[in-house]
Each structure stands twice: as C-alpha cells, then as structure tokens.
C-alpha cells in the first residue's frame, strides 16, 4: 500500500498534522532521548571523603531531572536508605546511534564457484529484464 504514491502522500500528511497538533516532532524525540543518554550520576550525587550526598532537585535543570527514571526512600528503626535511578543510558545510547545509522548489519560475501559476485548479479538481471535494474525493455513491451 506505501508503494501507491497518494496513499503515502496522504498518511505523511496524517502524520505531519498529527505532529503539529501534539507537538511531538524527531527533534524533541532526540532531545529526550539525548538527555537520557548523556546524563550524568554525578550530577545527583556526590561521593567523597568516604560519604555520600544527594545534590538539591533545585540545582538541577530540565534535562537532568528528564533522566531520572525514579526516586525511593526507605526509612527503618535502624536508618534509611535513598535510592535514585535514572533511565538506561545504554538503551538511549543506542536508540541514538541507530538513528545516526552508527551501528550497522553487514553480511560477509565470498566469492564462490561461479565467480565474482557483481558477475553472478550482472548475469540474473540479463536472465530477467523484469527486474527493474537492468535495460528499460521489459517482457510486456516485447509482447505488444
């Protein structure tokens, strides 16, 4: 159905209004996406001189609050405990370099039997002119 070139017209059109309508546009997907993958635990904590201390949420800007996935305190008879985690920067970092086409599939190929592969390719698209890569003439044009 994408192939039919007014059927994709029209459903980029949907979703170009739909994108304006919600403000949800790649650029302001990136940017989260961005925030997350470069976030920093030290700018939540400091760990020093054999303590540690959470930093103000006040010091802390949109892009690094946008980071933390969730905050949990436990208080006991014996103390308390502060948890802070922050979204998987490994998950946002790949997101990223797929969008940027970092990380790729390649499949090896070896020359076989019948020879070079670009000779073996050359050759089926002489045994097929269908194909859409070869010569313009086609098998209907040779029938009519």
């Given at each position: 159905m994408l192939r039919n070139a007014k059927v994709a017209a029209c459903i980029q059109t949907e979703m170009d209004g739909r994108s304006q309508r919600t403000?949800?546009?790649t650029d302001r997907v990136l940017e989260e996406i961005a925030r997350i993958a470069f976030s920093n635990l030290a700018d939540y904590v400091d760990w020093s001189h054999g303590a540690i201390s959470i930093k103000s949420s006040s010091g802390l800007n949109s892009a690094q609050t946008a980071a933390v996935s969730?905050?949990?305190e436990t208080n006991t008879a014996t103390g308390g405990t502060i948890k802070i985690k922050l979204?998987?920067?490994m998950t946002a970092l790949e997101l990223l370099g797929k969008h940027l086409?970092?990380?790729t599939d390649r499949q090896?190929?070896?020359?076989g039997s019948d020879g070079d592969i670009f000779q073996a390719l050359a050759d089926a698209i002489a045994?097929?002119?269908d194909t859409g890569i070869g010569p313009s003439r086609s098998r209907r044009a040779l029938y009519s």
């Open positions: 403000g949800i546009t969730e905050i949990v979204h998987s920067k086409k970092l990380f090896e190929t070896t020359k045994r097929d002119p």
